[in-house]
């Protein structure tokens, strides 16, 4: 069983920037494919970002190209999302979550360990 616990939500003003971390537990970490949902107030849960399990390849959202980066370090088993430039309507609860497929993906279906989320907030 793999346990998946997110952490570094906060406050922060817009145009301001927030990292997020990840980390899973268990000795298979790093074969697994990662990502990052949302879910803004009133909304339906959202695509944010993925990264293969070496980190070779990487997929964003239309809406956060550009200003997010994904990463990860296996040898710690973490996961990161860096936030830059964040505008009011990134605030969401973010959700990490681990897929065993071979290949990156994005669809959230895929995916089969979730955390229970950490909440930003970016104030204007």
């Known amino acids: 069983q793999v346990q998946v616990v997110e952490s570094g939500g906060g406050l922060v003003q817009a145009g301001g920037s927030l990292r997020v971390s990840c980390t899973a537990s268990?000795?298979?970490?790093?074969?697994?494919?990662m990502g990052w949902f949302r879910q803004a107030p009133g909304k339906e849960r959202e695509f944010v970002a993925a990264?293969?399990?070496?980190?070779?390849?990487?997929a964003y959202a239309d809406s956060v190209q550009g200003r997010f980066t994904i990463f990860r370090d296996n040898t710690k088993n973490m996961g990161y999302l860096q936030m830059k430039s964040l505008k009011p309507e990134d605030t969401a609860v973010y959700y990490c979550?681990?897929?065993?497929?071979?290949?990156?993906?994005?669809?959230?279906?895929?995916?089969?360990?979730w955390g229970r989320g950490t909440t930003v907030t970016v104030s204007s």
């Open positions: 979550a681990a897929s065993r497929t071979l290949r990156i993906t994005i669809t959230q279906d895929d995916y089969q360990y």
């Open positions: 268990g000795p298979t970490f790093s074969t697994l494919q």
């Open positions: 990264i293969s399990r070496t980190g070779g390849t990487t």
